[in-house]
Structures are given as structure tokens and as C-alpha cells.
């Protein structure tokens, strides 16, 4: 198995446990130059909001995908746009990844923008 089939693995049993819990989810995604982040009403299966380090306001800033700084911005937008929309209470569903680095400091800009999990 290799190492991307067993990430998916990994998070095809964390995402069943979340759907138990009826919340929205905030997903998850890193490449080797982006990051994205999504909150999904399982329910529906709808995107609610989402946000990414290839939209045009963050492509014209200096923030960048591919690091710790850029990953908390991520997470501070998709906090943003989701407060907008009335929902502060998700559960992070980090896709199988390792909570560290990008993924940890895109959990901590939304929680730095009023998201609670």
C-alpha cells in the first residue's frame, strides 16, 4: 500500500465516526503548494464554505499554501466565511493527515477565528 492509499484509508474511518456526530465538518486538504479547506453538511452532502490558498484575494496577498503562516490564514478565512453563515460548532476532519504543521495551523486559525472543535 502506498502512502497516499493509506492516508485515504485512514480517513474514510474518521469521516464515518464524524458523520455520527451530526455536526458540519471542516475538511481538509494540503498539496505540495496549496492548501484548501471546506465545511461539508454531511447530512446534504453540500460545501457550506470554503477556502483556499488559490483564491485571488490570497494569490494577490503574500500568503502562501505551502507554509505554516499561509495554513493559519486559510484557517482564519474559512472561520470567517463560516461565522458568516451562522456556524461556529464543526469537527476537523484532518483527511487522514498527521495533525502537524499545515494541517495544525490551519485548526488553529479557525479555531484564532471563532470556529469551535
Not at 490558498?53 to 494569490?59: F, T
Not at 494577490?60 to 456556524?87: F, H, P, T, W, Y
Not at 461556529?88 to 470556529?115: N, P
Request: glycine fraction near 12%; charge should be positive; hydrophobic fraction near 35%.
Amino acid at each position: 500500500m502506498d502512502k497516499n492509499a493509506a492516508r485515504l484509508r485512514r480517513s474514510r474511518k474518521t469521516r464515518i465516526r464524524i458523520a455520527e456526530q451530526g455536526k458540519p465538518r471542516l475538511c481538509v486538504f494540503r498539496s505540495g503548494k496549496h492548501i484548501y479547506a471546506q465545511i461539508i453538511d454531511d447530512s446534504t452532502g453540500r460545501v457550506l464554505a470554503q477556502a483556499s490558498s488559490l483564491e485571488k484575494p490570497v494569490r494577490e496577498s503574500d500568503i502562501r499554501g505551502s507554509n505554516v503562516q499561509g495554513a493559519s490564514q486559510i484557517g482564519i478565512r474559512v472561520a470567517g466565511k463560516a461565522k458568516e453563515l451562522g456556524i461556529v460548532q464543526v469537527a476537523f476532519d484532518r483527511s487522514g493527515y498527521r495533525y502537524h504543521g499545515r494541517v495544525k495551523a490551519l485548526a488553529e486559525g479557525a479555531r484564532e477565528g471563532g470556529l469551535s472543535f
